[in-house]
């Protein structure tokens, strides 16, 4: 059975950092990307970054290119959305989320099996 499980969310000052981490167990054989998603409130839920589990490939919601910074270590199963100069819109719940399905569109939630419980994000103007 795959858990995921996101740690490192907190209130921080506009300008600010925060590391997100996300560590998986269970379905790490086969999976294909890594990403990160963000739910503000009234909002829907939108891709941030995702990463290639094996090759390491990134991809960035624009509003965060730049700033935010997706990795991961394999042998741990742990995936990390290093967050700087952060700014009041970044305030969402983040959720780690797994793909397996290789070839598919990795920027859709609609590809991800598997999701976490989330983390609230909260910056302050």
């Known amino acids: 059975q795959v858990q995921l499980v996101e740690s490192g969310g907190g209130l921080v000052e506009a300008g600010g950092s925060l590391r997100l981490s996300c560590a998986a167990s269970?379905?790490?054989?086969?999976?294909?990307?890594m990403g990160w998603f963000r739910q503000a409130p009234g909002k829907e839920r939108e891709f941030v970054a995702t990463i290639g589990w094996r090759q390491g490939t990134t991809y960035y919601a624009d509003s965060v290119k730049g700033r935010f910074t997706i990795s991961r270590d394999n042998p741990k199963n742990t995936v990390y959305l290093q967050m700087n100069n952060l700014k009041p819109d970044d305030t969402a719940v983040y959720y780690c989320?797994?793909?397996?399905?290789?070839?598919?569109?990795?920027?859709?939630?609609?590809?991800?099996?598997?999701w976490g419980q989330g983390t609230q994000v909260t910056v302050s103007s």
């Open positions: 269970g379905g790490t054989l086969s999976i294909y990307f």
């Open positions: 989320a797994m793909n397996h399905q290789v070839g598919s569109i990795v920027r859709s939630e609609n590809t991800y099996d598997n």
